[in-house]
């Protein structure tokens, strides 16, 4: 099974506010858990676009399963794991469960399902490719890495915060835009502030997708990206979620009750940054 967190792109504002996107894997079953945080900035692997014989091949390559056997007992937490033949034996029958789930799925695609229907079944054994941008970790991770959380998020936390440890940020002027899965080498055609606004296409499309590739496991072209971004955009309602992480630096003014932003209210969920969405929406 795998949980992990990679860096995609970290960056920091002229007044010292760092932004983080990451592209974590994990299992699904605690997908819940993570969207109860609401600082985050999201957008998820779709089990109604993934094909269904790619998403078979990941759950047969790569099963979701606990990290840690608890024995049952009171409350939320299992304190204690099984014996290890107890654990064994669970690991068979979650196996087992595995086995016939695939068996169910491929008998309802090639009796014509569609995949938004037969991925269903496949969901308690897959992972989950999810991009997550945000300014303010520190209540999640107090939250989540304790003693108290379930292992497999507080496995999938800690990896979070190993990540954005272990990066290294650009530092971006005003003006200048922070955008996730785009190239230095599109940067250096169409430059940081991105006048035009197609390197926040390119990059919502990719946030969307959660990839530089396509559902079908194929490298988008550029144009591809671009006309991606203006659908998400034109279809209503407006699939806005991929534009929430690209971000630009907001900066402070002098007022008579000290310095603040010049324009909190298109910050949404982050701090320091004026979020792509909202200026987007507040242009409409």
């Known amino acids: 099974m795998t949980i992990t967190a990679k860096s995609v792109l970290s960056s920091v504002s002229p007044d010292g506010v760092r932004i983080d996107t990451l592209l974590l894997r994990y299992p699904r079953f605690i997908h819940s858990e993570f969207m109860t945080h609401r600082q985050f900035s999201r957008n998820a692997s779709s089990s109604r676009a993934i094909p269904v014989d790619r998403l078979i091949a990941d759950v047969e390559n790569d099963p979701a399963m606990p990290v840690f056997w608890g024995k049952n007992q009171k409350g939320m937490q299992a304190r204690e794991e099984l014996s290890e033949d107890d654990k064994e034996c669970m690991v068979n029958s979650w196996i087992e469960a595995k086995d016939n789930a695939v068996r169910i799925a491929s008998s309802m695609a090639t009796s014509g399902a569609h995949k938004q229907i037969v991925n269903r079944i496949l969901e308690p054994f897959a992972h989950i490719n999810v991009v997550v941008t ?9 939250l989540r890495i304790h003693e108290d959380a379930q292992p497999e998020i507080k496995a999938l936390a800690v990896a979070m915060r190993d990540a954005i440890e272990g990066s290294t940020p650009q530092h971006l002027f005003h003006g200048e835009w922070h955008l996730p899965f785009v190239t230095d080498d599109e940067i250096s055609e169409y430059g940081f502030s991105d006048d035009d606004g197609e390197l926040r296409y390119i990059s919502a499309a990719r946030c969307a997708r ?13 144009e591809e990206d671009i006309a991606l971004g203006e659908r998400l955009t034109k279809s209503r309602p407006f699939h806005a979620s991929p534009f929430e992480h690209q971000a630009t630096p907001d900066f402070y003014i002098e007022t008579e009750t000290g310095k603040e932003w010049f324009q909190p209210y298109l910050h949404r969920n982050f701090a320091g940054w004026i979020q792509n969405r ?6 409409l």
């Open 278 to 283: 909202a200026n987007m929406e507040e242009e």
């Open 210 to 222: 959660t990839s530089y590739k396509t559902h079908d496991g194929r490298v988008s072209t550029l």
């Open 134 to 142: 945000a300014t303010e970790w520190d209540n999640f991770f107090a």
